[in-house]
């Protein structure tokens, strides 16, 4: 099992919505989530929002007004609503944590925006 788990990917259409979530398995004693970025085929990986320490957010200026960032209050879960989404934005999605000074990712989910 995974220490993180990214769930809510698929295929939407220009404009639509979709809402990824990363969950901190039972062997992500230790873990921090930190937040979300992507890669698109071809393309270095790229942050595109984290959330931090009492809930401070920073976010990719291309994704700025449409997603948002947000976690639960155990801290164990993360989420990123993505809203007018655009095909610019299809790419798989990974959820980022870190566990002492080491980064930890998740497997990643594909997010693609097509008519």
């Known amino acids: 099992q995974v220490p993180l788990v990214e769930s809510g990917g698929g295929l939407v259409q220009p404009g639509g919505s979709l809402r990824l979530s990363c969950a901190a398995s039972s062997r992500a004693l230790g873990l921090t989530i930190l937040g979300w970025y992507r890669q698109a085929p071809g393309n270095q990986r790229e942050l595109v929002a984290v959330?931090?320490?009492?809930?401070?957010?920073r976010y990719a200026d291309s994704v700025k007004g449409r997603f948002t960032i947000s976690r639960d209050k155990a801290y164990s879960t993360v989420y990123l609503q993505m809203n007018s989404l655009k095909p610019e934005d299809t790419a798989v999605y990974f959820c980022k944590g870190r566990r002492g000074s080491a980064d930890v990712w998740g497997q990643g989910t594909q997010v693609t925006v097509s008519s």
């Open positions: 959330i931090v320490g009492g809930g401070t957010t």
